[in-house]
């Protein structure tokens, strides 16, 4: 079996990479217990600061086709609970459990001396590092704390350093993808000593409107704002962001992945980008702390599948393969073969290589797409008196692609409900690859 | 006991949640396979998309816009060798979509609140007559109605609505629901006229005079008889009388025994009747062998999963006041047999009318208009096709009027 024990940033243990993130599900002591037991390596404390006062609601979503929970908003604040009892339990966790990390998650005023005090008072408790909030992009922003600190690097640099005055444990800080470049935050945490980033925090969303109230979700008494969005639809967001960071040479710094983390393929995915650990809080919010059962099993089958021993063995190999657009090659070229054997004649990528991309998907006797017009004016089929037998799909029904036409977008490839229907296969003739920078240079 | 608890529906309807679930399985295909293989071409993509969107109102109005009995199609089409059995899920062993029950998940919704068909209002509007008020004549009436001709139905009964009032399985739909197309159809301004029998309360010359042009959609007769000894007995009675008379009359005793006598599908609607209706043992007695049995397989498996026994290659040939003895020398205890070998013509009405070709006692038409030899007259459903599906006259009474509209022009 893989070994999936992690060290991040030279000094937080933990049985396997994947922590709670700062959030409901690490609220409290007997929360994040329970996490452990049921396999969880770690866990980032909610936030603690000065106690706040929450509303209700707090959460909403966005639903896609049935799936519950895509995307995933709330404008719940720090943690609601006195700094003592939140740092008492951390000890009595870190008591209970010695082998699993606890990181503080801090957010304070943003001086010096309430810096000092809090950061000394989590790593007395026993927290195995501590995760700067610079991110949290509602409610606390609006105090100058959170989002407010993490959108000027000036700012980030400054608390960053404060903390690392008398900070005795290792310093991650939590970074917000509500800026137009992630990375002048994380090279400015680098600048003030920190030893690790987290990515990202959640994303400024309104999920929807109730069509019937009018009021934005969530509704707190017919008003709402706007919160932090996560879940399985900011991935992609998190991936180019950890990417960001993970490959820029003035940053070179562990990095705790989050973002849309619900499996072990997406924890793969963040690592396979640079990141060292993972932290989820959407997945184990929508299916309870049992998920990360497969989430473990799974990427330790699947390093084993691949021969890799441990995490450090993957970590990053993705990372080479992601570039500019300036140096893809153009000389690649692929084009879409629909397999007529498997395909059940929908004619998805009939209508979407029409309407959607380049016109070179045909279906016999017809030119273009033509809406149902041509079938109400044909004339009337009866009703049959023998079952239909057959299920294979008419040659007709099959579309044909103009490989000579075809770009290969992959958009019919995309769109086919058929696994293993519509492949895309090259058909370059091999020439020296060239990109579009050594091609403009060559003119 | 209520008619409803005597025969609890045989697919019940999907909750909103499971509508949308089933929707949302949907792939949306382009020129789909089901819509080509409905009839009357309902565009099925488009009217299960506005379902998984919410906007049901939009949904039944696609379904209406083909279809004017949406409804009743949803509850008693074949789907399985429609549109169900033409999706393309079929070819990768999955379900189908379940077509039939978002259909009526839509029209149930567009009743409920209270929908209306577009019409149109007309000065000096030519008059067309539809003779019977069965569900070709009144898709061709909704149809005309559309285009702002006035309409008059004819129907020798006192109620309109034809087989889906009187003759469709109390089990699949009940007269309440084709009671409510019939009102659909009645509120854009078509006028009904119940009891009127053509050639009798009123003469083919009249007719004439008073419409532009005259739609047949008269169904077909009574059952055909079987020319055996015994069969006037009372307690011997065709398939159609009994299903009207079990729908509308009083709490229908059947006996410990039912035979029914044919294979098709009315034979298997009245026998599982007669099971609902407290008989013990119900026989089917067909003249040839299973695999010449005209019943579509899902309605032979539903009686078979009703108890209904099946004696093959069994022609009745004496029945006795508690029997029925066959040439293969079954004889099968009743005390209630149903004849259901199939409908005679309607020659007597359909000769008055004397300049319509008639081949095997069924109106000749243009099959792309549903014109008769006689330009004046269209015809379509059951006395065209001999005898087919709701959906079907559906088509055809559609298709009748745009020729109509199409010939007046």
């Not at chain 1, 209970?96 to 801090?106: C, D, E, G, Q, T």
């Not at chain 2, 006692?361 to 006395?383: I, L, R, S």
């Amino acid at each position: 079996m893989a070994d999936l024990t992690t060290l991040f940033a030279g000094r937080i243990k933990s049985p396997n990479p994947f922590w709670l993130a700062s959030g409901p599900p690490a609220n409290c002591g007997e929360q994040i217990m329970r996490a452990f037991d049921a396999g969880w390596g770690g866990a980032v404390w909610k936030t603690i600061g000065e106690p706040i006062v929450n509303v209700s609601s707090r959460y909403s979503s966005v639903d896609l086709n049935g799936y519950r929970m895509m995307g995933l908003n709330n404008i719940e604040l720090i943690s609601d609970r006195p700094i003592d009892v939140n740092l008492r339990e951390i000890a009595e966790v870190k008591r209970r459990y010695p082998n699993h990390a606890v990181i503080a998650s801090l957010m304070v005023e943003s001086k010096r001396e309430v810096w000092h005090d809090i950061v000394k008072r989590a790593e007395d408790a026993g927290s195995d590092g501590l995760e700067l909030n610079f991110g949290c992009p509602h409610g606390m922003s609006e105090r100058g704390m959170g989002s407010a600190v993490g959108q000027v690097p000036e700012y980030a640099c400054m608390i960053t350093e404060w903390v690392k005055e008398v900070a005795r444990t290792p310093v991650l800080v939590k970074l917000t993808p509500n800026i137009s470049d992630i990375r002048t935050v994380a090279r400015a945490a680098k600048k003030g000593g920190a030893d690790a980033l987290t990515a990202i925090n959640t994303i400024n969303s309104i999920t929807g409107i109730d069509l019937d109230s009018l009021t934005p979700r969530p509704d707190v008494g017919g008003k709402s704002s706007h919160g932090g969005y996560c879940g399985p639809a900011v991935k992609p967001i998190a991936l180019h962001m950890v990417q960001q960071i993970a490959g820029d040479p003035q940053v070179q710094l562990p990095i705790s992945a989050i973002g849309g983390i619900g499996s072990w393929r997406d924890a793969a995915e963040f690592i396979l980008l640079g990141a060292s650990s993972l932290q989820a809080c959407t997945a184990p919010m929508h299916y309870g702390f049992r998920i990360v059962e497969d989430m473990i099993d799974g990427l330790s089958h699947w390093m084993d599948s691949k021969g890799y021993a441990n995490i450090e063995a993957f970590r990053g190999l993705s990372l080479p393969r992601v570039t500019g657009w300036q140096h893809l090659d153009l000389n690649f070229k692929i084009v879409a073969r629909i397999n007529p054997d498997t395909c059940i004649g929908c004619q998805l990528c009939y209508t979407a290589c029409w309407d959607g991309a380049h016109q070179c998907i045909h279906v016999d006797g017809a030119a273009k797409p033509e809406i149902s017009a041509a079938i109400s004016a044909a004339s009337i089929v009866r009703t049959p008196t023998t079952p239909t037998v057959s299920h294979a799909t008419p040659p007709k029904r099959i579309p044909k692609v103009d490989e000579h036409e075809c770009v290969g977008c992959n958009l019919c490839w995309l769109v086919c409900p058929v696994e293993n229907c519509i492949s895309m296969v090259r058909v370059d003739k091999g020439e020296k690859p060239q990109s579009w920078a050594e091609r403009s240079k060559s003119v | 006991m209520t008619p409803d608890s005597t025969f609890p529906e045989l697919h019940p309807p999907l909750s909103q949640q499971a509508a949308v679930a089933e929707a949302n399985r949907c792939l949306f295909c382009f020129d789909a396979p089901c819509a080509g293989a409905c009839p009357t071409h309902i565009d099925v993509p488009r009217f299960i998309k506005k379902i998984s969107s919410g906007n049901l109102l939009g949904s039944a109005e696609t379904i209406l816009d083909a279809n004017v009995l949406g409804l009743s199609c949803s509850r008693v089409c074949p789907v399985q060798v429609l549109c169900e059995g033409a999706c393309v899920y079929n070819n990768i062993n999955h379900q189908p979509i379940t077509i039939g029950l978002l259909q009526r998940h839509a029209m149930e919704h567009f009743y409920a609140s209270a929908g209306k068909l577009p019409y149109k209002t007309v000065p000096h509007a030519r008059k067309i007559a539809c003779i019977g008020a069965g569900p070709a004549s009144l898709a061709c009436a909704a149809e005309l109605r559309k285009h702002g001709l006035n309409v008059t139905i004819f129907d020798k009964r006192t109620q309109p609505g034809g087989l889906n009032t009187y003759g469709v399985a109390q089990y699949k739909f009940t007269p309440n629901d084709a009671a409510r197309e019939v009102e659909l159809v009645r509120a854009t301004g078509v006028e009904f006229k119940s009891g009127i029998a053509i050639g009798k309360d009123i003469s083919i010359d009249d007719l004439e005079r008073e419409f532009a042009a005259i739609f047949i959609g008269i169904g077909l007769g009574g059952t055909q008889p079987l020319d055996i000894p015994g069969e006037k007995l009372g307690h011997v009675v065709n398939a159609l009388q009994f299903i009207a008379a079990y729908k509308h009359a009083e709490p229908m005793h059947v006996g410990h025994s039912v035979a029914v006598v044919g294979g098709g599908n009315t034979a298997i609607d009245a026998a599982v009747a007669a099971k609902y209706l407290g008989a013990v043992h119900v026989s089917i007695l067909y003249r040839r062998a299973e695999a010449n049995m005209s019943a579509f397989a899902f309605e032979y498996e539903h009686a078979r999963r009703s108890g209904i026994n099946f004696i093959w290659n069994a022609r009745p040939i004496n029945i006795t006041a508690h029997t029925v003895e066959c040439d293969n020398g079954n004889v099968i205890p009743a005390q209630t047999v149903i004849v259901a070998i199939g409908q005679s013509r309607l020659l007597e009405t359909l000769e008055k009318i004397r300049t319509i070709k008639l081949s095997n006692g069924q109106v000749v038409v243009n099959p792309e208009t549903g014109q008769t030899d006689d330009p004046k007259y269209f015809a379509g459903g059951d006395c065209v096709n001999g005898g087919r599906e709701v959906v079907d006259a559906a088509a055809e009474g559609k298709r009748a009027a745009k020729g109509i509209l199409q010939w007046l022009t």
